[in-house]
């Protein structure tokens, strides 16, 4: 996976969960899972893509 891979992936979780402010944190929770993002994983990627983008930098 590469990093515009993983900036899209955090683009549309952000957006997701923008869009449920409204709800209960539970439902918020099943929503995001039903669509395919974990918040866990969600995290995770963020660092991998942080971590990916100063190494690339030093390149």
Same mark, same amino acid.
């Given at each position: 996976?590469?990093?515009?891979?993983?900036?899209?992936?955090? /683009?549309l979780k952000?957006?997701?969960?923008? +869009?449920?402010?409204? %709800?209960? +944190?539970?439902?918020?929770?099943?929503?995001?899972?039903?669509?395919?993002?974990?918040?866990?994983?969600? +995290?995770?990627?963020?660092?991998? %893509?942080?971590?990916?983008?100063?190494?690339?930098? /030093?390149?």
């Amino acid at each position: 996976m590469n990093w515009f891979q993983l900036s899209k992936v955090d /683009i549309l979780k952000k957006l997701q969960v923008e +869009e449920d402010v409204g %709800l209960a +944190e539970e439902e918020r929770k099943k929503r995001l899972s039903e669509n395919g993002f974990n918040l866990l994983s969600g +995290e995770k990627t963020e660092g991998k %893509l942080k971590k990916f983008s100063n190494t690339s930098m /030093i390149y």
